[in-house]
């Protein structure tokens, strides 16, 4: 079995990446073969999948196997920048650039130098440095903030993004000539729930992983357990499984795992009542009712409620709204502002996760890549 694992993975309890990849399923295997066949080209690469689904070590696998892998692999989480921030981050600046600015400093793409850069989320970078983005890209030489120095540099980009970036191509939130750039190697991750056969190896090596952090006695799943576990559709891939795994370990007897031991939880379902069958009735009978009314603006109606009510679902929090809809950080936050919902939330208290709106240093930037 081929397992890929990151590097000191259990120092990563609360990240929301996957921490391990395993290729037994024939779509794993099949994925596997087309990553080492891409490895070796210098072709930038593009990886699309959900959260959790393993981007950022099918990111450190590329650069493993390629000539690179004797030079350095940063990561970096394009959804953690502080818009201001993005510029100074990527290409660096001088000293005097702007107010905070006390001494030169190199941004990513230089730290990168000589080896591979993986760009997570790239669908959250503002139209504006997608520009810059481009320039690198086709120049290979990077220009800090506050220079007209330009810097060569020999860095192989590798993307991700859990959204549709053609879409959004279409809605003008992402530049079509830099979609076609990094297009050039793109890998699809499947969902876990469309690759089952890797689900009851990643629980045994879960298993097997936290028993021995926890200074457990090896523990193994029941019959039922394991079909539980097949049946149920993953909305958060790798990570919920191993966290599913770690909290039956705390709560099961005999070192068994049972059913009752795995608290698995659709959050798509979560507001339906359990014996309640998944229907589409409600919401199609409310369609219907708004087709007979005939308005003119009945799309730009749908689209509003739909952006308000999961903005509001999510307090306040545009990335995590992102997320739910399956879309770039940027198109909500423009569909936000054009029907005035920014505005509202910036006059009405309301909970909203915390976000860092200063600089954060290196290390932290890099351990904060989602895949």
């Avoid at 080209?41 to 690179?68: F, P, Q, Y």
């Avoid at 049972?258 to 919401?283: E, K, T």
């Amino acid at each position: 079995m081929s397992l890929l694992t990151l590097p000191n993975a259990r120092e990563l309890t609360k990240s929301v990446r996957a921490t391990v990849l395993v290729f037994e399923d024939p779509a794993s295997r099949d994925l596997l073969g087309r990553i080492e066949r891409l490895a070796p080209s210098e072709a930038n690469a593009l990886i699309v999948g959900e959260t959790g689904t393993g981007k950022e070590l099918v990111a450190r696998h590329i650069h493993n196997l390629s000539r690179r892998s004797g030079g350095p692999f940063v990561a970096v989480n394009c959804g953690a920048f502080a818009e201001t921030l993005v510029e100074s981050e990527l290409f660096g600046h001088e000293k005097g650039a702007f107010t905070g600015a006390t001494q030169s400093k190199a941004g990513w793409f230089e730290a990168a130098n000589g080896g591979t850069l993986f760009l997570d989320e790239i669908g959250d970078l503002p139209l504006n440095m997608q520009v810059k983005l481009l320039r690198v890209l086709q120049e290979r030489e990077v220009v800090r903030l506050g220079s007209r120095t330009p810097i060569p540099i020999d860095v192989r980009l590798v993307a991700a993004t859990n959204v549709n970036l053609a879409d959004a191509v279409i809605a003008g939130h992402f530049r079509e000539d830099l979609f076609y750039r990094l297009h050039v190697a793109k890998i699809q991750l499947p969902p876990l729930r469309e690759r089952k056969g890797d689900i009851l190896p990643l629980a045994a090596f879960f298993l097997g992983e936290h028993c021995r952090r926890l200074g457990y006695t090896p523990a193994s799943l029941s019959p039922e357990a394991e079909r539980k576990l097949l049946a149920h559709g993953w909305p958060g891939n790798i990570r919920e499984l191993e966290n599913a795994i770690h909290h039956a370990l705390l709560v099961c007897r005999n070192r068994q795992v049972q059913p009752a031991d795995l608290h698995l939880v659709d959050i798509r379902l979560a507001s339906l009542r359990q014996d309640q069958p998944l229907q589409p009735v409600g919401l199609e009978a409310a369609l219907e009712a708004l087709f007979e009314e005939n308005r003119p603006d009945l799309y730009e109606r749908i689209e509003e409620r739909l952006f308000r009510t999961a903005y509001r679902f999510c307090h306040g929090n545009q990335l995590q709204t992102a997320r739910l809809l399956g879309i770039s950080r940027n198109i909500v936050r423009a569909r936000l502002e054009k029907i005035g919902e920014l505005e509202v939330a910036h006059r009405t208290p309301a909970f909203v996760w915390p976000e860092s709106t200063g600089p954060r240093s290196r290390a932290s930037m890099i351990d904060e890549t989602r895949c």
